[in-house]
């Protein structure tokens, strides 16, 4: 298990609010096509569970079939730590220098 929520961090996951009335319909799919969902919780009348990257993209077309509504609550893992910095690429650039005197 712990190797399965380091590979999800470093793919990246996102956690996910689905509202409608086909909730247990979108799980049951997700399951059936291989879509792997975890920490799936009910709150307040809506859907909450976690989900990598790759398998939210495949579930798009499953939450239209059931007329659902989903929103991403949070993005966590590797590739959301490095998004802001693809813009800035001087502070990676004085981050990897910083690296390189410290070391050598």
């Known amino acids: 298990m712990f190797i399965l929520r380091i590979w999800f961090w470093l793919q990246g996951q996102v956690l996910v609010r689905v509202q409608g009335d086909n909730q ?3 799980l049951n799919l997700a399951l059936s096509r291989g879509i792997y969902v975890w ?3 009910w709150r307040e009348g809506y859907l909450y569970f976690r989900i990598g990257i790759r398998g939210f993209k495949r579930l798009r077309p499953l939450v239209r ?3 659902l509504r ?3 609550v949070a993005k966590t893992g590797l590739p959301f730590f ?3 910095l ?3 690429h001087m502070l990676l650039t004085g981050a990897v220098l910083l690296l390189i005197t410290i070391y050598a």
Do not use: D, G, K
Request: overall charge positive.
């Open 86 to 88: 693809r813009r800035r």
């Open 24 to 26: 247990e319909r979108l």
């Open 65 to 67: 079939a059931c007329h």
């Open 39 to 41: 920490n799936v919780h």
């Open 70 to 72: 989903v929103r991403i």
């Open 82 to 84: 490095f998004r802001p």
